[in-house]
């Protein structure tokens, strides 16, 4: 068992930066990939960016590409989503989640792949 806690969201105008934090507990964090995932009201949860567990490899969907930045310390047992440049779209309560993969540089970009999450935290942009 892995347990996942978000912090970091909020409101913020368009334009504007936020950084969100997912801290891990429980077993070895090296032991897993990373990701992001996000739903708006009304919509599906969908992929935002992943990391592998060496932090070597990331993957993001394309309407966040060059905007936002995925990053992990595995000495804190933390994954970080900086997100730059956000727009009114981007509202949406984002997701950590982890998945337990055998090789170091694999990521994992399927929602149903993904073992355990966390609680979510609202991220709302106004415009």
């Known amino acids: 068992q892995v347990q996942l806690v978000e912090f970091g969201g909020g409101l913020v105008q368009a334009g504007g930066s936020l950084r969100l934090s997912c801290t891990a507990s429980g077993r070895t964090f090296t032991s897993y990939s990373m990701g992001w995932f996000r739903q708006a009201p009304g919509k599906e949860r969908e992929f935002v960016a992943a990391i592998s567990r060496s932090g070597v490899n990331t993957n993001y969907v394309d309407s966040v590409k060059g905007r936002f930045t995925i990053s992990r310390d595995n000495a804190k047992n933390t994954v970080h989503l900086q997100m730059n440049s956000l727009k009114p779209e981007d509202t949406a309560v984002y997701y950590c989640?982890?998945?337990?993969?055998?090789?170091?540089?694999?990521?994992?970009?399927?929602?149903?792949?993904?073992?355990?999450w966390g609680q979510g935290t609202q991220v709302t942009v106004s415009s």
């Open positions: 989640a982890a998945d337990q993969t055998l090789y170091e540089h694999t990521i994992v970009i399927f929602t149903a792949s993904y073992d355990y």
